[in-house]
């Protein structure tokens, strides 16, 4: 069946980092992929998405590019700040209506000052 | 505000009983979910509801029953609570092929 795989965490950064968190999807078809982010205590807030190959999502400095050629949708941010620390998810679902989200096993993301 | 709500935030209960979590949304969308989150923060779905009908029925114990009473709604009741089913508890909503709207989760706690 389909599935996500992410880099295992946590990840440690200083603020102005560069981050990039790594994803790739087994899948049949054409899925959309999805990062969701979840800071504590909270729930998932979508943070961009991709649905078709070589789409690149963003959103507040976060960029993915849907890469069918090695199933990858990987995660990326030129300068962290101390706020973008959370849980990320990567996932896809199928591209049918109401079918549901496959996730990844989740990245935590600690970024210091 | 537009979201998806659910109640209650936190649960905290005994082996044994029953409880209900509720979860609405008023973004006007037809599909419904629900999540369990567990201690190592993976997601999995659970059910799912398109125009209250269900179509997602994923291997759960038939001690957790979902009912949606019309479009806007979509609640998770769960009967003989075990330790096992502490986790938290997502609800979702989506309309035709848009991403997935999460409600902020019940945290549910089994003694």
């Known amino acids: 069946g389909d599935s996500v795989t992410q880099m295992e965490g946590p990840v440690t950064l200083s603020e102005e980092a560069f981050l990039t968190i790594n994803c790739t999807y087994t899948a049949t078809g054409y899925p959309s992929l999805f990062w969701y982010v979840q800071y504590p205590g909270e729930g998932l807030q979508l943070l961009l998405k991709?649905?078709?190959?070589?789409d690149k999502g963003s959103n507040k400095g976060f960029e993915a590019t849907y890469r069918k050629e090695t199933t990858s949708f990987h995660l990326e941010k030129g300068s962290v700040q101390v706020s973008d620390s959370a849980v990320y998810f990567c996932a896809l679902t199928s591209n049918q209506a109401g079918t549901a989200l496959i996730f990844g096993k989740g990245t935590t993301l600690s970024v210091s000052s | 505000d537009t979201a998806v709500s659910q109640t209650p935030k936190y649960l905290v209960t005994q082996m044994g009983n029953d409880k209900s979590i509720k979860c609405e949304q008023n973004?006007?969308?037809?599909?419904m979910y629900w999540y369990k989150q567990d201690s190592k923060k993976f997601l999995k779905i659970m059910f799912s509801y398109n125009n209250k009908e269900l179509i997602i029925n994923e291997t759960v114990p038939n001690r957790f029953s979902p009912k949606s009473p019309d479009k806007a709604h979509l609640n998770l009741h769960i009967n003989s609570l075990e330790l096992g089913d502490s986790a938290v508890y997502f609800c979702a909503s989506s309309f035709r092929r848009q991403p997935q709207h999460f409600g902020d989760g019940t945290r549910l706690s089994i003694l």
């Open positions: 973004l006007g969308h037809d599909t």
């Open positions: 991709a649905t078709k190959a070589d």
